[in-house]
């Protein structure tokens, strides 16, 4: 891993974050930034129907926790806040009552908006990758699915296809199509 000089340290910007005038706004911790999480109507309702149904199988097999976009986690000393989350019993059987979650999620689920840039999705992707955590990318222009697993190729999905949860989720399925539906 990269290591870069941070522009800000870990406690400034957790007292960033704690500011009354930020207590509503979700922020990431990405190579020493401040990166403000700011999702369209479209990626919000995308990532809404992913969390909903990955809570759905989640809460019916007593697999573990699912957050929503106002969980965080650590990863590698940066902070993220994905769309949604999954992380097993088998990995944190007790929830933590903290900011950022010290335990990385065995799924991430991240929804495309406008403000997200290559090199701060590739950097979140390789640093989720490298602690074991399934990635999965979706793309509201392209209404594509991509499914990042450590050790093997990228995977994506269109419509017509079928999103399997794999190891992490399974029994999991999901139609594509049904995610990006109005």
Same mark, same amino acid.
């Not at 949604?84 to 009552?97: D, I, L, T």
């Not at 392209?142 to 190729?153: F, S």
């Given at each position: 891993m990269l290591q870069i000089q941070p522009i800000i340290t870990d406690a400034e910007f957790d007292d960033f974050v704690m500011r009354p005038e930020n207590r509503d706004r979700n922020f990431e911790f990405i190579a020493g930034e401040i990166v403000e999480n700011v999702a369209t109507s479209t990626s919000s309702r995308i990532a809404a129907k992913i969390a909903n149904r990955v809570g759905v199988h989640v809460e019916d097999h007593n697999l573990g926790r699912v957050t929503g976009a106002d969980g965080g986690y650590?990863?590698?000393? +940066?902070? *993220?806040?994905?769309?949604?989350?999954?992380? &097993? *019993?088998?990995? @944190?059987?007790?929830? =933590? /009552?903290?900011?950022?979650?010290?335990?990385?999620?065995?799924?991430?689920? +991240?929804?495309? &908006?406008?403000? /997200? #840039?290559? #090199? +701060?999705? &590739?950097?979140?992707?390789? /640093? *989720?990758?490298?602690?074991?955590?399934?990635?999965?990318?979706?793309? =509201? @222009?392209?209404?594509?699915?991509?499914? *990042? #697993?450590? @050790? @093997? =190729?990228?995977h994506t999905l269109r419509v017509g296809d079928v999103l399997e949860g794999g190891a992490v989720l399974p029994g999991f399925r999901l139609a594509v199509a049904s995610i990006f539906s109005d």
């Open positions: 650590i990863v590698f000393d +940066e902070k *993220y806040v994905p769309d949604a989350a999954f992380v &097993s *019993y088998a990995r @944190q059987p007790k929830a =933590p /009552n903290v900011l950022y979650n010290p335990v990385a999620p065995d799924l991430a689920i +991240e929804v495309l &908006s406008p403000g /997200n #840039t290559d #090199t +701060e999705m &590739s950097r979140k992707i390789g /640093n *989720y990758m490298a602690v074991g955590t399934v990635v999965w990318v979706a793309d =509201p @222009q392209r209404k594509t699915l991509d499914v *990042y #697993t450590p @050790q @093997q =190729p990228r």
